[in-house]
Structure formats: structure tokens, C-alpha cells
Nanobody, 121 residues
Framework: QVQLVESGGGLVQPGGSLRLSCAAS????????MGWYRQAPGKQRELVAA???????NYADFGKGRFTIPRDNAKNTVYLQMNTPKPEDTAVYYC???????????????WGQGTLVTVSS
């Protein structure tokens, strides 16, 4: 089994900063891509940012220049650094990884439980 534990959500003021963390644990052989998605009330889940095992990144247009997605391969952890958040960034943020299982190298897609980010003054 592979589990993801997210942390760092909460209330942040517009223009502030917030960092989300997502740590993967369990029977992992290797992790491929890691990413963050979000879902606002009444809207579909959408990609925020993703990073490959080699460090290549992809950002949604709304996050370019404000969000970064650093990754610590030694800790199997991915972060989402949110700078100058806006009220429209309010959503539940979900971590997502693609990983190969230790026992049989089966490829798994795993989702975190989600963490709520509220941007408000």
C-alpha cells in the first residue's frame, strides 16, 4: 500500500503565503510524477502544478509566477508553495502521485485526502 499525508492547509490572507506538504509512504519502489490538484465548490477538479522525477514542472496558467512545486526525492515529499494567493484560490487541494509498488513494480496512481485552503481577509 502507498499512502499520502497532506498538511499545511488553512486560512491565509490575500497576498500572504502558504506551503502545502505531501509525504508519500508505504511500499514504494519509485515515484514518477507528483502533483497538486484543487477543487473549488461547484467546480471540477483541476491541475495546479506537477513535477516529474527529473524535475520538469508544469503549472496551470493561474498559478504561473505565484506557485512553485518543489520536490524532495529523498523524503518522497512534494510541496506547493503558494505566494500572493487570491480569494479565487480557495479550494480543497489534493496531492497526486504516480508510483511503482515495491513488491511487483505495479504502477499506481494515488490521491491524498485533500486539505482545505481558504484565502480571505
Amino acid at each position: 500500500q502507498v499512502q499520502l499525508v497532506e498538511s499545511g492547509g488553512g486560512l491565509v490572507q490575500p497576498g500572504g503565503s502558504l506551503r502545502l506538504s505531501c509525504a508519500a509512504s508505504g511500499s514504494i519502489f519509485s515515484i514518477n510524477a507528483m502533483g497538486w490538484y484543487r477543487q473549488a465548490p461547484g467546480k471540477q477538479r483541476e491541475l495546479v502544478a506537477a513535477i516529474t522525477s527529473g524535475g520538469m514542472t508544469n503549472y496551470a496558467d493561474f498559478g504561473k509566477g505565484r506557485f512553485t512545486i518543489p520536490r524532495d526525492n529523498a523524503k518522497n515529499t512534494v510541496y506547493l508553495q503558494m505566494n500572493t494567493p487570491k480569494p479565487e484560490d480557495t479550494a480543497v487541494y489534493y496531492c497526486n502521485i504516480g508510483a511503482y509498488r515495491q513488491a511487483d513494480h505495479k504502477y499506481l496512481e494515488v490521491w491524498g485526502q485533500g486539505t482545505l485552503v481558504t484565502v480571505s481577509s
